[in-house]
């Protein structure tokens, strides 16, 4: 019976040996030491890459990949490590992170997003054994919920939802769920030339098309959204009750704002960011993000309200502006729409989404203007 035991373990260590395992870090003695361990524990298929998880530009993944460990050194952005780690490594790998920082409260922040944390000076036999046994069930890490809220009836969020979700498969060609919600403007359909209704329907290699009738976002959780890597849901909110407001606000993973220069969605906008606020402060754990996306969607006129004005009733700079754009017709599904010259202003709000960038207002010395203006109104 020993002996029948013994070969069904060295069955097991060889199936797991035969999947790839890559260790990302560009510490070298650390990287060889998780290899090495690894090793040891019975899985000999494992590669590496001297790369900063971080901050590089692109990472080629192998095809054959099962699990993955990424250094993370001292980073404490968790908020930015867990999209980069959502939006570059495929639903169906275990994911483990090991760094510097020894914290409950950093492993748990890890922990709830289906991600194993590892404290590198203490616990490398520990990361080890978990990728041996197979790290965090892959099911327990989410997609990106990407929330494109409408402050205002017709000023393109329909538009931006669609865009937006062709350039993050762009930049990163992984499963994309686009879905309308019951607040929508109900075009996705007439837009895409596709019949929608609650069921999933395929437009593309990456991108599938989805109605939602009902009022709340659905729970992503449900088995249907497992393979996704991203999930875009387009909701008007202009109508939205402060419950409906707070509801959303919870649930949402990364939120961008809609707006144009009228003051009933600087209104609505507002009222959203209060309720974004105070889930924040209540809710330490949260990790959401939140952009501001202004559509020159009409003309200029001199009535309107300046883009000075609107950073300062909103209390916070606007993250991208949508130029105007004339006779749109069928350029409205066309890539590269909303581009100026050599600018894309949505690939630049799919790499602040996905955490290649931050946005200006994340970094010194930046929105001066709008602190100057502040500081003078008081």
């Not at 922040?109 to 790290?135: K, P, R």
Request: hydrophobic residues 40%; proline residues 3%; glycine residues 6%.
């Amino acid at each position: 019976m020993l002996l029948f035991l013994q070969k069904d373990e060295v069955r097991k260590n060889k199936n797991q040996g035969d999947k790839s395992t890559l260790v990302i870090s560009s510490r070298d003695a650390l990287r060889e030491d998780i290899c090495q361990r690894i090793r040891i524990a019975g899985i000999s298929t494992v590669e590496e890459m001297s790369v900063d998880f971080f901050n590089a530009d692109k990472i080629v993944l192998p095809d054959s990949l099962r699990r993955v460990v990424i250094d993370i050194v001292n980073c404490n952005d968790i908020s930015r490590l867990i999209s980069m780690i959502n939006s570059q490594i495929p639903r169906g790998c275990g994911c483990a992170v090991v760094g510097d920082i020894d914290s409950i409260t950093v492993a748990q922040n890890f922990m709830d997003h289906g991600i194993s944390y590892f404290y590198s000076t203490f616990q490398l036999d520990e990361l080890a054994e978990g990728v041996v046994n197979g790290l965090v069930r892959e099911e327990r890490r989410r997609a990106i919920n990407i929330s494109i809220l409408g402050c205002k009836g017709g000023i393109g969020t329909t538009l931006l939802s669609y865009q937006l979700s062709r350039s993050v498969v762009g930049i990163k060609p992984l499963p994309l769920l686009l879905m309308q919600g019951g607040h929508g403007s109900h075009d996705l359909d007439l837009l895409l030339g596709k019949k929608l209704n609650q069921d999933l329907v395929s437009y593309n290699n990456h991108i599938d098309l989805k109605q939602d009738f009902s009022h709340e976002m659905p729970d992503l959780s449900q088995p249907e959204f497992a393979k996704y890597n991203f999930i875009v849901y387009d909701q008007s909110i202009h109508s939205f009750k402060k419950e409906q407001l707070n509801a959303l606000a919870e649930s949402t993973q990364c939120a961008i704002l809609m707006i144009d220069h009228s003051t009933s969605s600087v209104r609505t906008a507002r009222q959203f960011l209060d309720e974004f606020d105070r889930s924040q402060r209540s809710n330490k754990r949260l990790s959401s993000r939140l952009y501001i996306c202004l559509n020159e969607s009409r003309p200029a006129m001199e009535s309107r309200i300046s883009l000075i004005d609107l950073e300062s009733l909103l209390g916070r700079p606007v993250d991208i502006v949508l130029p105007y754009m004339k006779k749109i017709g069928a350029k409205a599904i066309a890539p590269g729409f909303w581009k100026k010259g050599l600018r894309n202003p949505l690939d630049q709000l799919a790499r602040y989404i996905l955490g290649i960038e931050e946005t200006k207002s994340n970094k010194p010395n930046t929105s001066m203007l709008l602190q100057l203006r502040q500081r003078w109104s008081k």
